[in-house]
């Protein structure tokens, strides 16, 4: 059985550069083509996350929140980020619901927990109930409990690898992962997109990626790519695609040819 895990970027889904603003009209174009997938092939998995964008980076700088809280007003921040994250999560949910697509929105700070940064404890069995369940999981980065710093902040992308593995792992699954953004997919040295990254090719590409221009407190380009690499080498195929395009993301999880980088293991 295939699972497809979907990122929503947070820089396609909101204007970073405009803090708590929403693209909603480029979020009902995503909910649409999730909408045409299902109806294509209902069988198929899917969990999808969804990036901060300007919502719950802003509050996270503020605060600086990646690196924990010690003091009340730290802790604070750290409550703050985690509302900002939830109103932008509950925006595109809404629109899910909408659209007659049984999304259910589970915060990953009910099922990670950290330890100076590194995630020491997990458990997805909501996760899996969902799926079971066959509905459609909507996760997003967020804050967690960290054992060390009091708390710290978790990526989307680190929570879809997470995810990626743990599923793959069991042997159920066909598993995928695409990166939806407001990027054509990974830049190289000439300025043009690379069609596909491996660990044979990653060391010319690395120095030409860059972090987000706009507030992201999670690493950005570079991270992603090394997230994905790392994970490839389990046989799972990640995707960076271009969210702004009408139907590469449909295009994309059906099996079309798509727009965008691949990143795979070989």
Known sequence: MDLVLVKL???LITDKDKPYTARVEIMAQLVEQVSLIKHKNPNLKLIIGNGAGSFAHQSAKKYNTINGFSCNEEKLGFCLVHKDALDLNFLLANLFLQAGL???SLPPLTMITTHNKELVKSNFSVIENSLQADLIPLVFGDVVLDQAIGGTILSTDTILAELAKY???????KVRLINVGNYA????QDGQIVSSITKANYSQIKPFLGKSKSVDVTGGMAKKVEEFLTISSLGIDCWIIDGNIPGNLASSVLGAPTLGTLIRAF
Request: no cysteine.
């Open 9 to 11: 970027g947070g820089s």
């Open 102 to 104: 049984p999304v259910v």
């Open 167 to 173: 599923f793959y792992l069991q042997g159920k699954f």
């Open 185 to 188: 997919g990974v830049y190289g």
